[in-house]
């Protein structure tokens, strides 16, 4: 009797789980869902956790994951309005943001929603790249290149087509992956590329001389300021000496002996002031004035 007791309860259980996989399901949180009504999307489930949903054949869910998608495009020719044919891949990050839109446009499909959206991202940035010059992606002039402008051009075409497009997808972000030229540009640009830096290395080396005349310039007229002061110090100072010296004269023009006296002390000091030997006769000026000097009495 316990036995059939015990058979019937663990029956009773698997029957209401069966009856409950039938009428509830769960969405994880890398996933996003929808509930179809006899084939037709009905209900767009973003948010993880348990729903109820009517048994098949009525309803049916169909689960997609809501990660964000990879993509790569071929590695294209593009011209840009200056006439060059310019080699560029992008990548791209997508995701499925209405998944009852997204289910019944590609049939659930993440393959044929890439090929549909292949076409929208080359339109896009061959009518971005179409809108710039060469310069804005190869130049020497750090501020001529405009990647992160292209890139958000392009990331500003793609979601809004997609969404005017009604794919039920997200485009999160894009961006140049690889750039290159035809052999048939590599040249030409090479050449540009030469000529820009000649213009360059002209530019400096003007700069460099305008700098380098400034500075002399400077130079000069600091030069020219302290000659010309060190001349009116000297004009001074020689002022000055010929000021003293006609005040001595004044006083030798009073007394000539006296001047020639000082001029003979003079003389002989810069005579004695070394060692020297001197043979000459004690008449020759200024030696006789170290000739004892005889009274007037006496001579």
């Given at each position: 009797?316990?036995?059939?007791?015990?058979?019937?309860?663990?029956g009773a259980l698997l029957l209401a789980m069966f009856v409950l996989l039938l009428f509830v399901f769960q969405v994880r949180t890398t996933e996003v869902a929808v509930?179809?009504?006899?084939?037709?999307?009905?209900?767009?489930?973003?948010?993880?956790?348990?729903?109820?949903?009517?048994?098949?054949?009525?309803?049916?869910?169909?689960?997609?994951?809501?990660?964000?998608?990879?993509?790569?495009?071929?590695?294209?020719?593009?011209?840009?309005?200056?006439?060059?044919?310019?080699?560029?891949?992008?990548?791209?990050?997508?995701?499925?943001?209405?998944?009852?839109?997204?289910?019944?446009?590609?049939?659930?499909?993440?393959?044929?929603?890439?090929?549909?959206?292949?076409?929208?991202?080359?339109?896009?940035?061959?009518?971005?790249?179409?809108?710039?010059?060469?310069?804005?992606?190869?130049?020497?002039?750090?501020?001529?290149?405009?990647?992160?402008?292209?890139?958000?051009?392009?990331?500003?075409?793609?979601?809004?087509?997609?969404?005017?497009?009604?794919?039920?997808?997200?485009?999160?972000?894009?961006?140049?992956?690889?750039?290159?030229?035809?052999?048939?540009?590599?040249?030409?640009?090479?050449?540009?590329?030469?000529?820009?830096?000649?213009?360059?290395?002209?530019?400096?080396?003007?700069?460099?001389?305008?700098?380098?005349?400034?500075?002399?310039?400077?130079?000069?007229?600091?030069?020219?300021?302290?000659?010309?002061?060190?001349?009116?110090?000297?004009?001074?100072?020689?002022?000055?000496?010929?000021?003293?010296?006609?005040?001595?004269?004044?006083?030798?023009?009073?007394?000539?002996?006296?001047?020639?006296?000082?001029?003979?002390?003079?003389?002989?000091?810069?005579?004695?002031?070394?060692?020297?030997?001197?043979?000459?006769?004690?008449?020759?000026?200024?030696?006789?004035?170290?000739?004892?000097?005889?009274?007037?009495?006496?001579?």
């Amino acid at each position: 009797m316990k036995r059939n007791t015990l058979i019937l309860i663990v029956g009773a259980l698997l029957l209401a789980m069966f009856v409950l996989l039938l009428f509830v399901f769960q969405v994880r949180t890398t996933e996003v869902a929808v509930v179809t009504t006899f084939g037709r999307a009905t209900r767009p489930i973003t948010e993880p956790g348990a729903y109820f949903k009517w048994p098949w054949p009525i309803q049916k869910v169909q689960k997609f994951d809501k990660r964000i998608h990879n993509f790569e495009s071929k590695f294209e020719q593009v011209l840009t309005p200056d006439g060059y044919n310019l080699l560029i891949m992008v990548y791209a990050g997508w995701t499925i943001s209405q998944p009852d839109v997204f289910f019944p446009r590609f049939n659930g499909s993440i393959r044929q929603a890439e090929e549909n959206l292949e076409g929208i991202i080359r339109n896009a940035y061959a009518g971005v790249v179409g809108q710039h010059p060469l310069s804005h992606f190869i130049s020497t002039d750090e501020k001529e290149l405009k990647f992160t402008v292209v890139e958000q051009e392009i990331l500003d075409r793609i979601q809004r087509d997609a969404k005017a497009s009604g794919y039920g997808i997200e485009i999160k972000f894009l961006g140049i992956k690889k750039l290159g030229l035809p052999e048939s540009v590599t040249q030409l640009v090479f050449e540009r590329m030469q000529s820009e830096r000649e213009l360059q290395e002209t530019k400096i080396k003007a700069e460099g001389q305008n700098a380098a005349d400034v500075i002399r310039s400077g130079a000069n007229l600091e030069s020219a300021k302290i000659l010309a002061k060190a001349d009116a110090e000297a004009t001074r100072i020689r002022g000055q000496g010929e000021l003293e010296a006609a005040k001595a004269w004044q006083v030798f023009q009073k007394n000539p002996e006296l001047a020639s006296f000082l001029l003979q002390i003079n003389a002989l000091e810069q005579f004695l002031k070394e060692r020297t030997t001197l043979i000459l006769d004690q008449t020759t000026p200024p030696l006789q004035l170290l000739t004892p000097a005889v009274p007037k009495n006496q001579r």
